[in-house]
């Protein structure tokens, strides 16, 4: 079966543009993560979603940052306004989440460049 | 953010040695979990763990939950070349469906 996917898989855009990063988790999973990675550092936490519910956004960086889940399946992360510090690879990831079971998959990722 | 304090940041070693690597934290967590990461790709689950104490074996790999809950260790034996790769120490507070911390990497290089 399909891995988690994101899209685009590399984005570049200018310093002041919003941008929109998708998520498709796995089939079924109900929880699905947000993580932003820099060059040289494990990744770190932004938010997550159970469901179409987001339940922890204390890793957002700022208001400019948010993210959604409205059908509890495929998640979008948009960037307002975006600066050059927000360049990194956005790592998502979804588990299936039972209480013996909660393996996060990670995707791929979106290698962010903003000039 | 918070992060875990992983070392060695990288090693360089011969294929047929054993490689240590480990993680330490200021806070307890319930779940400590060891990841590898290939380029180009997200971190793959390795090895969890979920009780203080616990020694976890994956083929040649061997893990530990420390008993304070502050720290973990990851052994890889007889190293091979495709064990080249990050290795990430990742502490979960709760168990299902809450965020992963992530200590800073160990770059594993093997020479053949």
């Known amino acids: 079966g399909a891995g988690v996917s994101q899209s685009p898989r590399y984005k570049v855009t200018k310093r002041g543009q919003d941008v929109a990063l998708r998520c498709d988790p796995i089939?079924?999973?109900?929880?699905l993560y947000w993580y932003r990675q820099a060059l040289g550092q494990g990744p770190e936490f932004l938010t997550y979603?159970?469901?179409?519910?987001?339940?922890?956004k204390s890793g957002l960086p700022n208001d400019r940052f948010s993210a959604e889940r409205p059908e509890g399946s495929i998640s979008t992360l948009t960037i307002q306004r975006t600066e050059q510090r927000d360049s990194a690879m956005y790592r998502c990831?979804?588990?299936?989440?039972?209480?013996?079971?909660?393996?996060?998959?990670f995707g791929p990722g979106t290698r962010l460049t903003v000039l | 953010g918070q992060q875990l304090n992983q070392s060695p940041q990288s090693m360089f070693i011969q294929e047929g040695e054993d490689v240590s690597m480990n993680c330490t934290s200021s806070s307890i967590f319930n779940t400590w979990l060891w990841y590898k990461q290939d380029p180009g790709e997200g971190p793959v689950l390795l090895i969890a763990l979920y009780k203080a104490g616990e020694l976890t074996s994956n083929g040649r790999l061997t893990a530990q939950f420390g008993i304070t809950r502050k720290d973990s260790f990851l052994n890889i034996s007889a190293s091979i070349p495709s064990d080249v790769g990050i290795y990430f120490c990742?502490?979960?507070?709760?168990?299902?469906?809450?965020?992963?911390?992530f200590g800073e990497g160990t770059q594993l290089t093997v020479n053949p």
């Open positions: 979603f159970n469901y179409e519910a987001q339940q922890d």
């Open positions: 089939s079924g999973h109900v929880s």
């Open positions: 990831a979804s588990s299936l989440v039972s209480s013996w079971d909660n393996e996060q998959f």
């Open positions: 990742a502490g979960q507070v709760g168990t299902s469906g809450s965020r992963l911390t």
